[in-house]
């Protein structure tokens, strides 16, 4: 079994100021790992996924996210956050071998940019 | 193309009764998912169609609930009797067909209340 920790329930920040939300998992097999965010009154958005290869994936909005098999973590970085990156971002695993459509998530990180 | 649609968006029952949701995939997408978040809580797996089979009911928290999935396009969820626990958003996901998913198309979810 696998299962996903997101130290921060909450992260606040001043516009364009960096961010970074943190995000550990545990699994016994290899894992695929994966950030999700949900605007208000919206669904989840795949925003970055990890699957192999090169440890740091990076999204079309600036945000990256670097695998760390040795210290089992995935955060969510961003150098410079906008008003629009306000909303909840949830870390997700799935374990190698099983669907992939069968997610671990964590239990979310609200994000709030302030002017 | 429209994007995966759940019905209603909020729903609210008292103790007892029965409640059915509703979801519409993204056409020709063959995976369906259904998962859940209880306030306060990570979201969770209920189960997972491939078409109108299910692949893993693994998550489904016990006999009061039922998923069917008519015909491998839209899918229902009932809940019956619903009780207190059973308070949450329940989103339904679809990816395209196929093992590997490297992505999952989340509808908004329905906010379910049991009074």
């Known amino acids: 079994a696998q299962s996903v920790t997101q130290l921060d329930s909450q992260v606040p920040v001043f516009e364009e100021a960096p961010v970074e939300l943190r995000c550990n998992y545990s699994s016994s097999v290899s894992v695929y790992l994966f950030w999700y965010v949900q605007y208000p009154n919206q669904g989840l958005q795949l925003l970055l996924k990890?699957?192999?290869?090169?440890?740091l994936v990076k999204s079309i909005n600036g945000f990256e996210a670097e695998f760390n098999k040795s210290q089992t973590s995935f955060h969510l970085r961003k150098p410079s956050v906008h008003i629009s990156d306000t909303a909840e971002y949830f870390c997700a695993v799935n374990a190698g071998g099983t669907s992939y459509g069968k997610l671990t998530f964590g239990q979310g990180t609200i994000l709030t940019v302030h002017p | 193309e429209a994007g995966v649609t759940q019905f209603p968006s909020h729903s609210v029952i008292e103790k007892g009764q029965t409640v059915t949701l509703r979801c519409d995939p993204i056409s020709g997408h063959d995976n369906l998912y259904w998962y859940r978040r209880v306030m306060g809580k990570e979201i969770k797996f209920l189960l997972h169609?491939?078409?109108?089979?299910?692949?893993?009911e693994s998550g489904m928290p016990n006999n009061r609930f039922l998923a069917e999935r008519t015909g491998g396009t839209y899918s229902t969820l009932k809940v019956q009797p619903a009780e207190l626990e059973d308070s949450g958003v329940y989103f339904c996901?679809?990816?395209?067909?196929?093992?590997?998913?490297?992505?999952?198309?989340f509808g908004s979810g329905t906010q379910l209340s049991v009074l």
């Open positions: 996901a679809s990816s395209p067909g196929g093992w590997l998913v490297e992505k999952l198309f």
């Open positions: 990890y699957l192999s290869g090169s440890t």
């Open positions: 169609f491939v078409k109108e089979s299910k692949q893993d």
